[in-house]
């Protein structure tokens, strides 16, 4: 209980400083982003080496770079790879493929931070002035599309479920169905969030003119 009120509090810490925009947030969110990826990687040597490869890590990795150097295309994919991948996980509270609060506390809390840290660091970054560009939707989408791509490849060749694409793990996904449906149903969700997160980016001026 007391790591995940640690937890929550840090992640709260991360979205106030970044909203407010307050230079200190960014060493904050890099640490963080480094813990995160320190401990959930140990962990994932520890029982999964796959799991190393998980979009959530490239969302970090991604937010890392952009934290040390701003580039508009990173920026773009890191934007919507953060409010659709992380920002779903945060709602699965018994994610399978986290770290056992109980038994793993230190890689636990990093599973959560690797997601709040990129999501805080999104808005702390458009809260700096760089805008996401106007095809930003599409260029993610290309790049979504290019690591299922290779995921697919890696899944067949050491026999891995990488994005649940061979069999679901949640629950929420086996509520559309058997496999292919349950792939074919998140496919079109992602299409429409992709779209819901352009509409609203748009809506709120963070898109450049």
């Not at 982003?33 to 040597?45: D, E, P, R």
């Amino acid at each position: 209980m007391t790591t995940s009120i640690i937890t929550l509090i840090l992640s709260i810490i991360l979205f106030l400083g970044a909203w407010k925009n307050d230079r200190r947030a960014l060493l904050f969110i890099q640490i963080c982003i480094i813990y995160s990826l320190s401990t959930t990687g140990w962990y994932n040597i520890q029982h999964n080496p796959n799991m190393l490869f998980w979009l959530c890590n490239i969302t970090a990795i991604l937010a890392l770079i952009l934290t040390i150097k701003h580039h508009q295309k990173l920026l773009d994919i890191f934007f919507y790879f953060a409010w659709t991948g992380d920002l779903l996980t945060l709602f699965m509270w018994q994610n399978p493929v986290a770290p056992p609060l109980e038994t793993y506390p230190w890689s636990w809390a990093g599973f959560i931070l690797k997601h709040t840290a990129p999501l805080a660091f999104s808005i702390f970054h458009i809260k700096k002035g760089h805008f996401l560009s106007n095809d930003a939707g599409w260029t993610a989408l290309k790049f979504m599309l290019a690591y299922t791509g290779i995921i697919i490849i890696y899944n067949s060749v050491f026999n891995q479920n990488l994005l649940d694409l061979g069999e679901t793990i949640l629950e929420l996904e086996r509520l559309f169905g058997e496999w292919p449906i349950y792939v074919l149903v998140t496919v079109v969700l992602t299409l429409v969030w992709y779209y819901m997160i352009y509409i609203i980016t748009k809506r709120i001026d963070i898109i450049k003119n």
